[in-house]
């Protein structure tokens, strides 16, 4: 068994259980602050072990998550793809960072992954609510840290 294999187990039980948490029935008042559980789960293994997880992860995800949301298709594919390239153009600095400076950074992609899905949907529907994209990347920011600590207690990423 490759030392790599039991990463690649906890990784595919890592995106499947934040498939599921995208899933998961919230009160009305809550959906807006849901964080973006997939792309955080993403941007995590793409910190912690980018040879594993690269934009065609992203992308396979992305069509994952329009398939289980009934979004359009390619829609998430799309702004994962765009976030992950983003994140990926700037990894070398990001473990620089402290968490907390880690955690506005991914609140700014989060931010960008949600003006992505806004503008598209704009284009479809003139239904546009702002601010649940600064609550969701706000609570996606915050959900950060605990990603770190996790990571670091389980060994799965450097830093």
Request: with cysteine.
């Amino acid at each position: 068994m490759s030392k790599m294999m039991p990463r690649i187990i906890i990784l595919i039980l890592s995106l499947l259980l934040s498939l599921m948490m995208i899933l998961a029935p919230l009160p009305e008042e809550l959906l807006s602050a849901n964080p973006s559980w997939c792309l955080l789960t993403l941007l995590f293994w793409t910190y912690g072990n980018p040879r594993l997880v690269n934009v065609g992860v992203a992308w396979g995800i992305g069509i994952i998550m329009d398939g289980l949301t009934g979004s359009l298709l390619g829609l998430h594919a799309f702004s994962f793809v765009i976030v992950v390239y983003l994140f990926d153009c700037f990894y070398r600095r990001f473990h620089m960072f402290h968490v907390l400076q880690q955690s506005l950074a991914i609140g700014i992609l989060v931010a960008v992954n949600f003006i992505i899905i806004l503008c598209v949907k704009h284009t479809l529907t003139a239904n546009i609510t702002v601010w649940s994209i600064m609550l969701g990347a706000g609570t996606s920011a915050l959900c950060w840290p605990f990603y770190c600590f996790f990571g670091k207690k389980l060994n799965l990423m450097r830093g």
